[in-house]
C-alpha cells in the first residue's frame, strides 16, 4: 500500500463523514461539507501527482482512484439534489451522473477489447471535472439563492454542458471499435 493508494482510500472514507456533516444541524455545517469536499478534490489530485511523481502507478489505483471520484462527486450531486429540490439543480446533476456511468462502462468494455488508451482522459475531460469540483463546493458551502451558490448552479451547468461534450468525443472515439462489435 503506497501513499497514493492511502490518498484514494481517505477520499472513499471521506464520503460518509460528508454525508454526516451535510445533515448537522449547526450553522458551520455547510462551509464544514464543503471544506472536507475540497479536502477530497486535492486528494485526487495529489493522489495522481504523487503515483507519477514517485512512479508508483498501481493496477489497484488505476482502478480505485475513478471509482473514488466517481462515488463522491455522485453522493455530493445527491445531496445537492435533495437540498434544492428543483428540477432545474436535478437535471445537470442526472447529465453528470448519467456520463460518468456510461463512460464507465464504455472504458470497461474498451478494456476488454484492449483499447482502453482510445478513451483516456482528454483535456475536456480535465476541464470538466475543475468545473464540477468548483461548482460543487459552491453549492455545498453556500446558502441556495445565494450569490455564491448562484455562481455553483451557473458553473455547474457548465460543467454539464463539458460533460455532454467530452462524452461525446469519447463516444467518437470509441465508435469505430463499438461498431465492429455489433
Known sequence: M??????????????PLLVVIFYLPYS??????????????????????????WDQSTPF??????VADKLMVAVALALLIERYDAAW????????????IVISALRE????????????????GKV?????????LLLLGFTPGSLIAQLGVATLYL????????????LRAAWPHLSRSM
Open 128 to 136: 470538466k471535472t475543475t468545473l464540477q469540483m468548483i461548482a460543487l
Open 61 to 66: 489505483g488505476a482502478f480505485l482512484d475513478p
Open 28 to 53: 458551520w455545517s455547510m462551509l464544514l461539507a464543503a471544506a472536507l469536499f475540497g479536502l477530497a478534490a486535492i486528494t485526487d489530485w495529489l493522489d495522481g501527482y504523487l503515483a507519477r511523481r
Open 2 to 15: 503506497n501513499i497514493p493508494n492511502i490518498l484514494t482510500l481517505a477520499r472513499i472514507a471521506f464520503i
Open 109 to 124: 468494455w474498451m478494456a476488454e477489447m484492449g483499447k482502453r488508451g482510445t478513451v483516456a482522459v482528454s483535456s475536456i
Open 89 to 100: 439543480l436535478t437535471l445537470p446533476a442526472l447529465v453528470i451522473i448519467g456520463r460518468e
Open 159 to 170: 460543467a454539464a454542458a463539458l460533460t455532454l461534450w467530452s462524452m461525446q468525443q469519447y
